[in-house]
């Protein structure tokens, strides 16, 4: 058991570094030559590094290391080991890439498309590392700060920290820069969320059936997966029916699909979206 808990941690620690990567070889590529402000750490590292010259890479260790501080005498342990690794490692990547692969202006002359793939290149990552037990960081851990002192609402808390970077963008920058990075922010919301959405999304099934014996079989020794097993009567018949509940992934809802399909033609599904399931075999809390 130990053995495989090891293995499934380090399997996310991969995906985790993988992650790390990907976004800061986005951001080096198509946001930073931009000056694309989208929230964040990196929002104000942008900010800052066209203010004092200071390099990106540089600020962003600073300020990320000043937050982390700043969570471990305000919030403990709490806010988590993954995000402090995603907090360096991410760091570090920056640091390389400037060193490695410096870029001074813009790969493409369509700012639109590249803020576009920055926007949902990143978020998806995000999305990514949420579901990982991680999070970048950054601002999230201030947003973490600004709820346990004013009881805030952590979503308000961020936006409120990530919009005022992209004011300030305004101000720095022209009004095009400013616009873009308002739009990105808003659109890095609703991708993520979405995001987590399709990454979480399973499927329910509630199932009436005259004979459910071979139903819940097959979903407990092919699938492994449990059900609920209900015993009903039907509202114009008036005849004893079996209701089994149960909730499975989706490439797994088309094999119980295909099953009832074939095996119990009689029997009556309903099929329903469900991002939301928690407990054993899907998400814990």
Same mark, same amino acid.
Not at 143 to 150: F, V
Not at 206 to 210: F, P, Q
Not at 217 to 228: C, D, E, V, Y
């Given at each position: 058991m130990a053995v495989s808990s090891n293995r499934n941690a380090l399997f996310d620690y991969i995906l985790i570094t993988l992650c790390c990567i990907g976004t800061a070889v986005v951001i080096h590529l198509f946001q930073l030559p931009n000056h694309f402000v989208f929230g964040g750490v990196t929002g104000m590292a942008v900010l800052l590094s066209t203010a004092t010259g200071i390099s990106f890479s540089t600020l962003n260790i600073a300020i990320n290391l000043l937050l982390l501080v700043a969570a471990f005498l305000c919030l403990g342990r709490s806010f988590g080991l993954r995000t402090v690794y995603v907090t360096i490692?991410?760091?570090?990547?920056?640091? =390389?890439?400037? *060193? =490695?692969?410096?870029?001074?202006?813009?790969?493409?002359?369509?700012?639109?498309?590249?803020a576009l793939v920055v926007t949902v290149a990143v978020a998806a990552m995000a999305a990514e590392l949420f579901q990982l037990g991680a999070c970048s960081g950054g601002t /999230?851990?201030?947003?973490? +700060?600004?709820?346990?002192? +004013? *009881?805030? /609402? +952590?979503?308000?808390?961020?936006?409120? =920290? /990530?919009f005022a970077t992209v004011v300030f963008s305004f101000l720095l920058y022209d009004l095009t820069i400013g616009l873009f990075s308002l739009v990105g922010l808003l659109a890095k919301a609703f991708v993520i969320d979405n995001v987590l959405d399709s990454i979480n999304l399973c499927k329910y099934f509630?199932? =009436?059936?005259?004979d459910p014996t071979p139903i819940c079989?097959? +979903?407990?020794?092919?699938?492994?997966?449990?059900?609920?097993v209900c015993q009903a009567q039907g509202n114009y018949t008036g005849e004893s029916r079996t209701v089994i509940l149960t909730a499975v992934r989706r490439g797994q809802a088309i094999q119980l699909r295909d099953f009832i399909h074939a095996n119990s033609p009689d029997a009556f599904m309903v099929i329903t979206n469900s991002s939301e399931i928690v407990g054993r075999g899907f998400l814990l809390e």
């Open positions: 490692c991410t760091a570090f990547c920056y640091k =390389v890439l400037e *060193r =490695v692969l410096p870029v001074s202006s813009p790969l493409t002359s369509e700012p639109a498309l590249e /999230d851990i201030a947003a973490m +700060i600004l709820r346990k002192y +004013i *009881r805030m /609402d +952590i979503g308000r808390a961020l936006l409120i =920290v /990530d509630t199932i =009436v059936s005259s079989q097959f +979903i407990h020794k092919s699938l492994n997966r449990g059900a609920t």
